[in-house]
């Protein structure tokens, strides 16, 4: 069923590049709004199963659609058909000889896999974001959300026949079986790329079961090292947004590192405002000492993406020791130092290996909008073909295009 | 023993970057010749024993080495050292804000590990472009040519002693068992890429058991396919260059695609000089009435790089058949089209999905140097992250710095 499903996927893709994927895109958000009746009734049995569970709030907040949210999401697809179009673009190209020219251009990738995890808005994101790259989209969403997931993709479906494009380019993986995944992430040759979009465990399986090309996205266990040239009140402000402005998600901090010299200063004052928004300190000894109130520290703390109002906090004595604590500890996300040392800012931006690397700017920031990218596929913490913020430009390969005149290698 | 190895090589990668790569690289040069006789002595045990054990001429030529041969090398390698530096180019840049400036910059991957096999070139070419591009270099040769591999391995080793550098950045794989690679490939966070270069079973076995990033390179099931459009005097050049100039290599020819209303007379034509060069035909039921002597083709035959003076003959109905015969059976390396009608050339640009596709040139040109790439690591053959003949731009991930002035989102 999977590999007549992706064949049909392949069918598709074959000519999308030279479709109108725009008026493609503005019919699927049209037919997303014409039938969201259908989608938010869908939408109300998967929260009531998921209720019925007892899924946290949280969750099912996450889970669920409403009017506002259908019509942002509809503005969403129509702002990627907006978009420059990113097949087509002359990367690189030169003469060969007297007669012989070289091109190579930006083409799609075929058949685009996203394996992702409860929201119903990211199947519409990554659809329209695939057919936008001139890609079949292929999509394994949860259980959680199948019912809204059959809803969203029979509308984006009805939008691509009313485009008059293929509509076997936007397809449902409708399962609930985790083997699905795994044929998918088998099936060389079938499918061109998988990108996951999730926890811990779902990129786990993909990366360890994956035979495709996939691109790994997302767990940031980030870092914010207050150095010893640090202007303090900056350092407060940054922590502070970096910990608390949205502490679910990937681009927020998890530990603090601060040198020993201005530790017994600014522990005690970044501290109070951390306390104050309920967040849990979890310190080294030295650290623990400085703060009014922390509860010690583990290993696993160092390894942890808490997601939540929990900070590790260590003392540590060089910029040096800093950098190797994140290169032991850190997930090669988003790692930034507060400094008014240009030297030691510019070795921290040498030695630390991560996606991104800040100076005296918040974590937050991680993110393909804030980029200027124009629309975010996911945050790549690979190092092959995309790293970081990951937009349209990420979700195209590329060809190259010779011609000659009866040209032929002497 | 190899996860140590590895942990060094991580070791002497930090500062690599920063490190006088080009020195390197010339004393590298250097001591090859230096330690030539060792070297020498070393192949010929390597060239004795595979003697012995009756390998072929072809394979033992590819194995020896000589003076000559070492001075070429040589040669190559002070090549690399004056291309310009792959690391630290700006990819991207912006000001995401009134205090706040990102830059996207080039920097090395870390640990680059190439398996590969027989020729022992290939570890001073591989040895050579890694540490340009800033890595540390693991690299696993052939069983046949460990002693050859081990002696040049030294030698570089001693050239980067005399350049200052950590000489952990070049490493060889010392054994000839195949669950080193095995290893190898499962290092997921010790490896940073792997590059394979041989036959199909390498390629395969790594793709197979990869759970660290890898680039796929190589298996050229090309084809040349003359439009009933065709300048036949262009195509007739174009056929012998692909399959003859040099028959052992991915980029050549492997099957011949004829329009029917020319293959009346294109096949008589080309015949004689594909004959007298002692190819083999293996030709399609319809060909085979055109051609004075060829066998039956079978199925296995379109699937096959034959990599010798054997080319497989299918006359097609239309230039959309011998789109569909490529994307049934080629391995997306190289494809040509002989035609003199623009819009049938654009068609065959825009449908096949290969890494070069040529319109009246020959196959022959995918490479690395011939693309003024300056250098070839390998021909991808995948979609991810480089696609085509792979110089050092192939050979590093990217960055992104941002620098604030305490900035944070709001």
Known sequence: MLYALLDRARAASQGLAEADRDGALIAMAESLLDQAAAILSANEKDVAAERE????????????????????????????????DPVG???????????????????????????????????????????KAGSAAVLRGSASALASNRAIVRALRAGLVAAGVNTDAVQLVDSADREHVTSLL????????????????????????????VIETGIGNCHVYVDSAADLDAAIKIVHNAKLQRPGVCNAAETLLVHADVAGEFL???EPGLRSAGVELRACERASRMLSGSVAASERDWQTEFLDLTLAVRVV????????????????????????????????????DAA??????????????????????GISTQK???????????????????EGEGTIRS
């Open 268 to 270: 005690p004052l970044v």
């Open 317 to 352: 004595d060089s910029a040096d020791e800093a950098i190797a604590h994140i290169g032991r500890y850190g997930s090669q996300h988003s790692e930034a130092i507060v400094t008014r040392d240009a030297a030691t800012a510019r070795r921290f931006q040498q030695r630390v």
């Open 186 to 213: 088998a099936a060389r040759g079938k499918v061109d790329l998988v990108i996951p979009r999730g926890g811990e465990s779902l990129i786990r399986h993909v990366v360890e079961n994956a035979r495709v090309p």
């Open 356 to 377: 991104v690397v800040y100076v005296n700017a918040s974590t937050r920031f991680t993110d393909g909008f804030e980029f200027g990218l124009g629309a975010e596929i």
């Open 384 to 402: 092959l073909h995309a790293r970081g913020p990951m937009g349209l430009a990420a979700m195209v390969t590329s060809k190259y295009l010779v």
């Open 89 to 131: 673009r002359v990367l690189d190209g030169r003469r060969l000889g007297p007669d012989l020219e070289m091109r190579q251009v930006t083409v799609p990738f075929g058949v685009i896999a996203m394996v992702y995890e409860s929201r119903p808005n990211v199947t519409v994101d990554a659809a329209a974001l695939v057919v």
């Open 53 to 84: 569970r007892g899924t946290s709030a949280a969750l099912l907040d996450r889970l669920k659609l409403d009017m506002d949210r259908l019509h942002a999401i509809a503005a969403a697809v129509r702002h990627v058909a907006g978009l420059a």
